[in-house]
């Protein structure tokens, strides 16, 4: 089992920054990446931002390319979600998974490629 903590939402204005992180504990070693979704109200959870554990690949929504940056401290076993130039529609639940796929690069954008979840944390941006 894995568990995750995450932490870092808040209500800025548009424009603004705000940096999530997500922590790993337990049988962190069966881990082969991180990713980053967001769920609107209304909205299907969607993919944002994902990491390789073990090659350090990265991968990002259109929507969020050169605004957030993705991250992570191997010591810690964290990975963090820097956001930046937030817009109003990026207002969501942001949630932090962690996969055990064997071809991590094949599943990075689906929901079910993914065996941990923690819990969300509201991001409001204001307009």
């Known amino acids: 089992q894995v568990q995750l903590v995450v932490s870092g939402g808040g209500l800025v204005q548009a424009g603004g920054s705000l940096r999530l992180s997500c922590a790993a504990s337990?049988?962190?070693?069966?881990?082969?990446?991180m990713g980053w979704f967001r769920q609107a109200p209304g909205e299907e959870r969607e993919f944002v931002a994902a990491i390789n554990w073990r090659s350090g690949s990265i991968y990002y929504a259109d929507s969020v390319k050169g605004r957030f940056t993705i991250s992570r401290d191997k010591a810690k076993n964290t990975v963090y979600l820097q956001m930046n130039s937030l817009k109003p529609e990026d207002t969501a639940v942001h949630y932090c998974?962690?996969?055990?796929?064997?071809?991590?690069?094949?599943?990075?954008?689906?929901?079910?490629?993914?065996?941990?979840w923690g819990q969300g944390t509201q991001v409001t941006v204001s307009s």
């Open positions: 998974a962690a996969s055990t796929a064997a071809l991590y690069s094949s599943i990075y954008r689906q929901l079910n490629g993914y065996a941990y």
């Open positions: 337990g049988r962190t070693l069966s881990t082969s990446g």
